[in-house]
């Protein structure tokens, strides 16, 4: 896998040592502190230091599509069977997203995230190709059925205003 980062005109590749695994996300706080993640159960950060790849996440079969937090100390990561880890700025800990009542999310890709005001947003695909918009708040998940599968989201700061996007893959 390949990071990059832009340097006002110019791409230019950031390597990672130790990285061979597929990335598919990335995302940057607001702080500065770099986070990708990918195929293999990778996630790494870059901050003033260097590179660091994260050994915390297993099994190492997971693969993530998503980034997203409000700080470096509140980062998720997000992607396929429904794996959802969340980062404290220590250490990641996967996290229980199951609904208290809604569609099964078995077999569900989580494929973006957003969050904001406290809250968390993730968007899903389901196994029967519908799609899910996942709220979180307080440890309590809550889940709001789309017709096809949600691709990408944003939250405002506030939280107040959530924009989703997907559709039917062709």
């Known amino acids: 896998g390949k990071a990059w980062r832009l340097d006002d005109t110019t791409v230019a590749e950031e390597p990672i040592e130790g990285v061979d695994a597929a990335l598919n996300a990335a995302w940057v706080s607001p702080d500065g502190v770099w986070f990708v993640a990918g195929a293999s159960s990778t996630i790494a950060r870059h901050d003033d230091k260097g590179w660091v790849v994260d050994q915390s996440v297993a099994p190492q079969t997971l693969t993530f599509r998503a980034l997203g937090g409000s700080s470096a100390k509140d980062v998720w990561a997000v992607g ?5 880890w ?12 199951s609904p208290t009542d809604g569609p099964s999310l078995d ?14 947003w993730l968007g899903a695909t389901l196994g029967n190709g519908t799609g899910a918009l996942l709220h979180g708040k307080d440890k309590a998940w809550t889940v709001l059925p789309t017709d096809q599968g949600v691709a990408a989201l944003w939250a405002s700061a506030d939280g107040k205003t959530v924009a989703l996007a997907g559709g039917q893959s062709t």
Request: glycine fraction near 12%.
């Open 107 to 120: 077999g569900a890709e989580l494929s973006s995230v957003a969050v904001a005001g406290g809250e968390v």
């Open 86 to 97: 969340h980062f404290d700025g220590t250490v990641w800990t996967a996290q229980d997203v």
């Open 80 to 84: 396929k069977d429904k794996a959802a």
